[in-house]
């Protein structure tokens, strides 16, 4: 499967969890799935990687994994949770994101954003 495969069934499995989310290519062969500020999930077709919103035992970033978008979306859902209660409002920036008409509602395009 290419990485826009894997990232559009991530956000379609994400929805059946009620997550948000938004899926937009990072050059040719990465595609990211935007949950919620500091909840981005990266794939390259064969695995789904994201920094869990809680530091590892050590205090550091906790970088973690799933190979399939079900099991991967229902670990993100947990962790949006987290976020949610965490950081409430969006990102100041979520009014410069706009669907992008040429490429569905799953995809967005970045409008603005910080200089």
Known sequence: MTALQVGEQLAAELARHNVPSYVYPLGERWVAVSVW??????????????????????????????????????RISGHYLLVRARDPEPSVYLDDLRPSESRGPRHARMIGGPA
């Open 37 to 74: 500020r500091g909840l981005i999930a990266r794939t390259n077709g064969g695995i789904i990687w994201w920094t869990a919103p809680h530091p590892s035992r050590r205090g550091h970033a906790l970088v973690t994994y799933g190979l399939a978008p079900s099991s991967a979306a229902k």
